[in-house]
């Protein structure tokens, strides 16, 4: 989706949110030669990366979400350094977000459906190998579906939980909403960004606002793109 266009000020002059929005899409580049394999080239943690997307696969297209995590990661590494940190991706797609975060120095798990897994593996492979201090993990998580079996609270620990677009009108909003709190732990940050549509994305971060503790961090009007930063509420004490 070529968002370009809706950044368009008739007046010429830009708002600050617009000025960011603009600096996110500059990120993006196209080859300018003809190529065999079609793709779309983005510039995040000092490095080009070649995106390859699969258009007869929903999950398998990059959105907008993604580029707005991935220059929040790459402009604030001081204050989030993902440096050795263990960091799962939730519906990770085309696998931008796990790349970056993986250029950035994460030990990243990067998760999606069976039917994703393919062209999401090939991007991060190619775009990691030789470039990265840990190997990303792809692998298959289907929201809600064994997830102690998969990811047992125990041993699996993650410090970041990243997700962008992964709430929109599709029937798995509540094994998404499980999937989350399985995963969050005490010191676990999620940070989500997530472009509103309908109705069920202002519901769902109502309900996830009751479990978890929530900041925003960019509010992007001319996206529709909000990013948010939570961590797992407190127990309250019956003391």
Same mark, same amino acid.
């Given at each position: 989706m070529d968002m370009d266009a809706s950044l368009q000020n008739p007046a010429g002059e830009c708002t600050e949110d617009e000025e960011l929005a603009f600096a996110i899409m500059e990120r993006r580049f196209r080859?300018?030669?003809i190529t065999t394999t079609a793709w779309e080239g983005?510039?995040?943690a000092? #490095?080009?990366?070649?995106?390859?997307? /699969? *258009? $007869?696969?929903?999950?398998?297209?990059l959105w907008p979400s993604a580029l707005v995590l991935c220059h929040f990661l790459d402009t604030h590494r001081e204050e989030y350094d993902m440096m050795d940190k263990n960091v799962i991706e939730l519906g990770a797609g085309t696998?931008?977000?796990?790349?970056?975060?993986? #250029?950035?120095?994460?030990?990243?798990? /990067? *998760? $999606?459906?069976?039917?994703?897994?393919?062209?999401?593996?090939?991007?991060?492979r190619c775009n990691t190998r030789g470039r990265c201090r840990h190997p990303a993990n792809?692998?298959?998580?289907?929201?809600?579906?064994?997830?102690?079996?998969?990811?047992?609270r125990a041993s699996c620990r993650f410090d970041y939980i990243l997700a962008a677009d992964v709430v929109y009108a599709?029937?798995?909003?509540?094994?998404?909403?499980?999937?989350?709190?399985?995963?969050?732990?005490?010191?676990?940050?999620?940070?989500w960004a997530m472009r509103f549509r309908l109705d069920p994305e202002n519901s769902f971060v109502d309900r996830f606002q009751k479990?978890?503790?929530?900041?925003?961090?960019?509010?992007?009007?001319s996206l529709r793109i909000k990013?948010?930063?939570?961590?797992?509420?407190?127990a309250e004490s019956n003391a």
């Open positions: 080859p300018s030669l983005y510039r995040f000092g #490095l080009e990366i070649r995106i390859t997307e /699969s *258009t $007869d696969c929903y999950g398998a297209v696998g931008l977000v796990s790349i970056v975060t993986s #250029l950035l120095g994460a030990k990243v798990t /990067s *998760t $999606d459906l069976p039917d994703v897994l393919g062209n999401l593996e090939y991007n991060v792809v692998t298959e998580l289907s929201w809600g579906q064994q997830l102690e079996t998969r990811f047992p599709h029937p798995h909003l509540d094994e998404l909403m499980d999937t989350f709190e399985h995963l969050c732990q005490n010191q676990t940050i999620i940070l479990r978890f503790c929530v900041e925003l961090l960019y509010d992007l009007p990013l948010y930063r939570a961590v797992k509420k407190k």
